[in-house]
């Protein structure tokens, strides 16, 4: 039983959670499975692998105290407790039984979703095809590529027996495509009428990972696995830039997460290709999430598997290449960039629910006018595509109603009471601003001020959470000229920008001093001359450091 | 290297392919990678998995000639070999590298994307979400439930080394769901208000299959899963039957199967279930494809898992579980039923192009009047919400590409040319209806009317699909009275229907003596009295017998 983890019998609620337990408002229930193990406030790993690998070396027990009381920890007390109560208490993933797997639930898959609907319809506008291929990938195919099985083979899970019979050769569950898609590549690319040729999947991957966390780094995972075969390495490098301005441009514009995209450096290169482009997040905590990332593979793979294709004078020549991807890494992404104190904190265009309607009565009498209004609301509401859900659960009461749906991060809440009937006026309030000034008195029932209202606010929350993750990430990038200066950035948390021509030793020489490495080199470049911070040397371009996911 | 399949060097054409080659239109392309092994025509066992179990036995080697004269087998000759044909051809699916796996192409993944869009749309509005369970089970958890462990242990994958360590507990590479949903079912329901629980996941399930066949049963493929959780027994058989209803329409309305659903026999019925509806299609070969399936579970699961709930009054109670499946199986359930000798033929509502528009000119200076026209038509159907693909490549004449498209099953198509273009009208074919037969001449290039006579073709085609594969059942199937009377409409290759109430037993020898198996004892049943067939004693139902897939 060593790879499982038992039911959360020792994952304890910590203390902290109860700060916000004077709060007037009855806090909602916690999911009674918590991913926080936090306990009497020791700063424990929370890493959810700890749990099995230690064999439930559980905390000693003090009583759990899983109810209305519960509340998230505090993001500024610890902002990895916060992080996986936030998870457990909006529903959004659970453990698996196995180490390091995870459930993704109902609300935490909607996200997913929502991602998954819009980079599907922007993949194939760009002229990719889906299509499927298989996960188990032969062992000696992983080895084809030198520096592919250099990164992989560590963390590989093998199937070795099948229909009860030991394999001759192993199996690799896929921990990413690039070998098989060669294989296949090669039998479909014959002449440079077969190219290009630019298919995605939408597929789990496995890959063994150590050290686990909800989203962010999982053994099973889910992603889109782009892969493309060019004639010439400009038409690959076109399409590696392509992708991951569709990747910043989701970010930017859907998740409100201002990401940098840029090229990562050689020793942070994906293992099989020739430049690495990607998107750099930063958290909450200002360490660096890269959101996502697109390979210009060159030739490494086309050699490796013989994949060529006769071009327009009659050579045989090797394809160029590409891959691209995004996971629910993405989601973790979405939770620690915009998430706060009560929770979630969704941007409109990727909230599986837009509007929470709650129904507020005392007197019976009051129930059937206040229903008949909110049945309303919600037709007036969907019919014009907005996402809409009615809360009208008896059991709860509409203050911990308030608090349930800001903890799901949904972007307004209407509420309507007996008044707001007579008046034929509701009452909006956005969740990223609390108290009064996120509250809009009086906004007409009349259908189309209703729905030009709500659209309107849906925008001003979309942009505002652009604009504060904006203001924060900029607050929090220094440009550094000497070592020392970058040291001092990344000691109190930051990201450090600099100029960068050293050495891929002395890049390795401040992870191990700093803990930080170096997330890209920007596209977005500062003008006029540069000199290396590291050795005086001239330097073409700046970099960004941090410590990351 | 034994359980790779090496590249298709082995898969030679067969020379029953030439039969048509004798026909006045040129032949498109076969793919250079062929699913049919045929060979001198030779009955090879076509099952794809052969391959590799006997390690390339390869036929001796007639000179390949895959090009311009290839052709498909035809359906009446080797059903078998067409149906690894048109997949080849109409570029549906490839081998994958371990033997019995499958590459879906963009072309069969776009078939299995409208469906799971039509699907998935009608599990939302029946009350499921989606979610997803991790795909790693551990192994004691398949041995929970006793039939489950029974039906399912032969033909696990098991992953036993995972980041380079033996694992203490080997995991299942999950062939189905039902233990690790109830895992976390059981941490998640509490009380009678966590139910109904209702969640459907789409993803890839692992089945160790010796003979393997494309889509139809392979090594890996894909599926969605729904799984609920309910407090009586009755709302439990409601849904089971609501979703078989729901795959029942679909198959009717959009895939133009004519499927007979019924309940399995106690043999026949799931490891793990107390009952097992299921839709059965014939194929054009007239064996039965189970095309999905509905389960009652029961408390098998529940009790297995300690599932339970608090009822209304305080109790303690086992859940009531149903759960679902369709698969990238009824891709070739649509291959099966509609293709004919030219490809794969698809209805309309599912098919990826719904119309080809074919460019047809001579002289260079047609070229530019009979472009703009195409343009036009495309811009037309287009904004009507038509699926419309051109195909202007000038590497290939018009008959090349008339064939090509009936290969992949357009249900219509539309030849433009200068005289066309003068007349302002254009030719429509239906891939349903071969010859002059099947051609609208004349038909308006004025937008509206154009749209309206495309839409309306596209329904009757849809019709004629459904009308012609429900003929084709119905001349099929055989009342029966007595055993004879099922053997010899067995040894026909018909289906045989008669009044059943034997034992297992001698269901089991059905099987054995005739190869034919109970498909089902379906829903609707005639009226009266009736004797079992087999021994002469009351039934109360009549039973399906048929071989199957």
């Known amino acids: 039983m060593g790879a499982l983890r038992l039911p959360s019998l020792s994952l304890l609620l910590s203390p902290s959670r109860s700060i916000r337990s004077s709060s007037l408002r009855l806090r909602p229930p916690l999911a009674t499975t918590s991913f926080s193990a936090s306990f009497s406030g020791a700063s424990v790993d929370r890493d959810f692998s ?41 529903e959004l993933a659970d453990y698996g039984p196995v180490r390091g797997t995870m459930v993704i639930r109902p609300y935490g898959y909607a996200i997913w979703e929502a991602i998954q609907d819009y980079l599907n319809v922007k993949f194939k506008e760009t002229g990719h095809s889906n299509m499927y291929f298989p996960q188990f990938i032969p062992y000696s195919f992983i080895e084809k590529e030198a520096s592919h099985v250099e990164g992989f083979s560590p963390e590989l899970a093998l199937v070795t027996i099948g229909g009860g019979k030991e394999l001759e050769e192993k199996l690799v569950v896929r921990p990413t495509s ?46 889109q696995e782009g892969h493309t075969a060019h004639a010439t390495l400009e038409e690959a490098e076109k399409e590696a830039l392509q992708m991951i301005d569709v990747y910043k441009k989701f970010s930017y514009e859907e998740a409100a997460i201002p990401v940098i995209a840029g090229r990562k450096s050689r020793v942070e290169t994906f293992a099989g290709a020739d430049r690495t482009y990607t998107i750099e997040a930063m958290m909450g905590d200002r360490k660096a999430l890269q959101a996502g990332t697109s390979h210009n593979l060159g030739q490494n793979f086309s050699r490796a598997f ?57 007197a019976a009498d009051d129930r059937i006018g206040v229903m008949a209004a909110v049945d309303s609301l919600q037709n007036v509401l969907k019919a014009a595509g907005i996402k809409v ?6 059991q709860r009461t509409p203050g911990w109603k308030f608090n349930f749906w800001e903890m799901k991060g949904v ?14 006026s509701v009452v909006v309030s956005r969740r990223d601003i609390p108290g ?47 070592y020392a200066e970058l040291k001092e950035a990344i000691a109190e948390g930051k990201w450090a920008r600099g100029p960068w021509s050293a050495s891929d030793a002395e890049e390795l020489k401040v992870k191990e001093e700093t803990g930080a490495t170096i997330r890209c080199f920007p596209f977005d470049q500062p003008q006029g001359q540069k000199k290396c911070f590291m050795t005086g040397n001239p330097a073409d371009e700046v970099a960004i450091f941090a410590k990351s996911y």
């Open 50 to 90: 700890t749990h099995s690998v230690a064999k439930e070396a559980a905390p000693p027990q003090s009583k759990p105290s899983l109810g209305q009381e519960g509340s998230v920890t505090p993001r500024s007390v610890d902002f990895n407790a916060w992080y996986l109560d936030v998870i457990a208490s909006a």
């Open 306 to 362: 013989g994949t060529q294709f006769t071009d327009e004078t009659g050579q045989r020549q090797h394809v160029w290449q590409t891959s691209w991807a995004v996971s629910t890494r993405f989601v973790g992404g979405i939770i620690m960039t915009h998430g706060d104190d009560a929770g979630l904190m969704l941007p409109p265009r990727i909230a599986p629910i837009q509007v929470i309607i709650v129904p507020i009565w005392k």
């Open 389 to 394: 859900k009615v809360d009208d659960s008896e």
């Open 178 to 223: 690039e070998t098989i898609v060669n294989h296949m590549f090669t039998q479909w690319i014959h002449s440079y009428r077969d190219l290009p040729l630019m298919v995605n999947q939408w597929a789990n991957v496995t890959r063994w990972e150590m050290r686990t966390k909800p989203f962010v780094r999982t053994l099973e995972f889910l992603w």
């Open 436 to 482: 009064k000034p996120g509250k809009d008195f009086g906004v007409s029932m009349e259908p189309s001020a209703l729905v030009d209202h709500v659209k309107s606010r849906l925008e001003d929350i979309q942009e505002s959470l652009l604009q504060r993750a904006t203001s924060f990430r900029d607050s929090n990038i220094v440009d550094v000229v000497s």
């Open 411 to 424: 972007p307004l809440r209407i509420e309507v009471g007996p008044r707001d009937v007579t008046n034929r």
